[in-house]
């Protein structure tokens, strides 16, 4: 690899001192790296880490410091260009990131003599129909979540698999996740964590009215639906704030988000796309784990 582009979360590293660093080391081994936060169009008002309008289009690798929040939102925002990411550890737990500040010029030499392998995670794409309308999409790489907006009242849906009725649940919500997202809010609602490069889907009640608490796994072309059942929710499409504290609301990776009303149904299917993540490290994901626990 010889070109680079630097994401870098601007609230964890706000001088650019790691940033500066990074590509002080990849200029001076003769590559070529443009960083984000040289761009001053970069620094919107939208809270976006990156745009891919900016990324020059022979760019082979992006280099992201932050944590894995930074990491999961900046290939969602690039996933269309299909280069692959490398996490730069400067968060907290770091599940998805590949290296931290005290062993990056190993890992970008490896990168520079291309020795790495390529991890192909899934990801998942969510659509929300009221009636026959399609009123919201967005993909996640990790989870789609709907639960309540801070009010502290179950909801009920029904689950359908293929178009087959699985159970009605009442709950504080339901995590849709993928294998790379059973490290995230699923571990926290009690799912297993699962290889990452596993191709599968997993549903997992949060707190649910019931004896028995199990996340289910699915096959990776399984279509997921959830129907709202009838609750007292605020109703309309929601794009920046909620009406009230009571609303449910469907949310993608913590990122977007989508009020949803009774009947609405959420439809969840693998994305064609994929997250593709550089991987230089000899640790394997189970000492990851074991290091983390």
């Not at 192909?120 to 979540?145: H, K, P, Q, T």
């Not at 799912?191 to 289910?216: D, E, F, K, W, Y």
């Not at 913590?254 to 994929?274: L, N």
Request: net charge negative; proline share 2%; hydrophobic share 35%.
């Amino acid at each position: 690899m010889k070109y680079f582009y630097i994401v870098t979360n601007r609230f964890k590293d706000p001088d650019g001192v790691n940033t500066r660093k990074i590509a002080h080391f990849l200029r001076s081994k003769g590559a070529e790296c443009v960083c984000q936060i040289e761009q001053e169009q970069a620094f919107n008002k939208t809270g976006s880490y990156s745009d891919v309008r900016l990324v020059p289009d022979n760019t082979e690798c992006v280099i992201v410091l932050g944590g894995d929040g930074t990491l999961i939102q900046a290939s969602r925002e690039l996933s269309e260009k299909d280069i692959p990411f490398i996490g730069v550890n400067i968060g907290t737990l770091g599940y998805l990131t590949d290296t931290d500040m005290s062993s990056f010029e190993e890992t970008l030499e490896s990168l520079l003599r291309d020795d790495y392998e390529i991890d192909r995670r899934m990801m998942l794409d969510g659509c929300i129909y009221r009636g026959e309308e399609r009123i919201f999409s967005d993909m996640a790489l990790n989870d789609v979540v709907i639960n309540r907006n801070g009010a502290l009242r179950i909801i009920d849906f029904d689950i359908y698999v293929n178009g087959e009725y699985l159970n009605t649940y009442s709950a504080d919500g339901v995590i849709v996740s993928t294998a790379t997202g059973s490290t995230a809010y699923s571990l926290s609602a009690g799912g297993p964590i699962i290889q990452p490069t596993a191709r599968l889907i997993m549903v997992t009640p949060i707190c649910p009215h019931s004896l028995n608490q199990r996340s289910i796994i699915f096959a990776a072309d399984d279509e997921i639906m959830i129907e709202m059942k009838d609750n007292k929710s605020s109703s309309g499409r929601m794009t920046g704030s909620l009406k009230n504290d009571s609303a449910r609301v469907a949310t993608f990776d913590g990122e977007s988000f989508c009020e949803v009303v009774t009947g609405d149904r959420i439809v969840i299917t693998q994305s064609e796309r994929i997250s593709r993540f550089v991987k230089t490290s000899r640790i394997s994901f189970l000492e990851r784990i074991r290091n983390k626990m």
